[in-house]
């Protein structure tokens, strides 16, 4: 499990807060270029492809991100529709269910348990924007934002810089978070789709160079707004750690 969640990144957490590493100047760019709404909320079902030079996996989807940032994904085996893997997570707690082996983790919602289990961080901020294609000018001078260019943006975290590229309507196409070290991850939205009269991200797809990793999301079936039950992190029952193996 811990092996193939290496892989499975959407786990997330929003540790960005005030402060970068450097100090930019705070420059508001065109607002067409930035949403005035913040995030609804969002459900969306969809297909998941993992893969990297040792191994592939695709399965079936169920993507829930609340507007409070509770985030709730559960992944069915092709075909038969049998429920594998479920994450939970919010900005303090991480949680993941294996139900073919009758095992959960429970951690804080920290850097270093993230990088162990997930392989690659992505906040929760920075997952919202890729579902949403969409930048909200409160995040943007949160992290002290930088239009860089006509269609570039820099934010700033308290450890990373991300380099955002923008379609001429201001939707999102690009993502690409750097350290002082090296490329954390690459991001891409492959295809837009039309619902309800708004357009919404169809293809996302993640790379990670370090170790040839790829992810990639089908959303379909999009709601946005959806409101969601509270968030549970209490594991299904018959559960044990994996502490305890």
């Not at 191994?55 to 559960?74: P, V």
């Not at 946005?224 to 750690?241: K, R």
Request: proline share 4%.
């Amino acid at each position: 499990m811990k092996h193939l969640c290496q892989w499975f990144f959407i786990i997330i957490y929003s540790s960005c807060i005030a402060g970068c590493l450097t100090t930019p100047e705070v420059v508001i760019g065109p607002q067409n270029f930035l949403s005035t709404q913040p995030f609804p909320g969002y459900q969306s079902s969809g297909r998941i492809l993992l893969a990297n030079e040792d191994q592939k996996y695709a399965g079936e989807l169920k993507f829930n991100l609340s507007k409070n940032f509770e985030l709730h994904i559960q992944i069915f085996a092709p075909i038969i529709g049998t429920l594998v893997y479920e994450v939970r997570a919010n900005h303090e707690q991480f949680m993941i269910l294996d139900f073919g082996n009758q095992k959960y983790l429970l951690e804080e919602n920290i850097s270093p348990i993230r990088h162990e289990w997930l392989g690659i961080d992505v906040s929760l901020d920075e997952l919202s924007w890729m579902i949403w294609g969409r930048i909200p000018n409160s995040k943007f001078q949160q992290y002290h934002g930088q239009m860089i260019s006509q269609n570039k943006i820099q934010l700033f975290s308290e450890d990373s810089v991300l380099l955002m590229t923008l379609s001429p309507n201001g939707l999102l196409q690009s993502v690409q978070k750097k350290n002082e070290d090296a490329t954390i991850y690459e991001a891409f939205i492959r295809k837009y789709q039309n619902v309800a009269g708004r357009l919404y991200p169809e293809k996302i797809q993640i790379t990670q160079q370090e170790n040839r990793g790829k992810l990639l999301l089908v959303m379909l079936d999009i709601d946005s707004g959806t409101q969601n039950s509270p968030l549970s992190f209490q594991p299904a029952e018959g559960m044990t750690t994996y502490s305890e193996e």
